[in-house]
């Protein structure tokens, strides 16, 4: 049994920063993509930020780029997400994202295979 588990949601003011920590188990074949999704009260899911290759290959949607940075430790599968100069347009739940599939890049939801349970970051102005 995968299973994906986020932390590090919290609120913060505009202009802050949140590192968002993912964690993996039961994942013993190695994924093909890793990623950051976002869904916003009443918004569709959106991919914000993902990585592929063992972390060489990573992009932002446009919104974040320059501000937040994806990495993984490979060793132990694990994901961070580090966001700075947070905005409130920033504001949803976080979810955690992972394929097994080869060839996937994590940039739609229909690639990913396993899902976090959320976090959720608040930003207030």
């Known amino acids: 049994q995968v299973q994906l588990v986020e932390s590090g949601g919290g609120s913060v003011q505009a202009g802050g920063s949140l590192r968002l920590s993912c964690g993996v188990s039961g994942y013993t074949s190695g994924t093909a993509c890793m990623g950051w999704f976002r869904a916003a009260p009443g918004a569709e899911r959106e991919w914000v930020a993902r990585l592929y290759a063992r972390g060489i290959n990573k992009f932002y949607t446009?919104?974040?780029?320059?501000r937040f940075t994806v990495s993984q430790d490979n060793a132990k599968g694990s994901l961070f997400l580090q966001m700075n100069s947070l905005k409130p347009d920033d504001t949803a739940t976080y979810y955690c994202a992972a394929s097994a599939r080869r060839g996937t890049t994590c940039r739609t939801a229909s690639e990913v295979d396993y899902w976090g349970q959320g976090t959720q970051v608040t930003v207030t102005s």
């Open positions: 446009d919104s974040v780029k320059g």
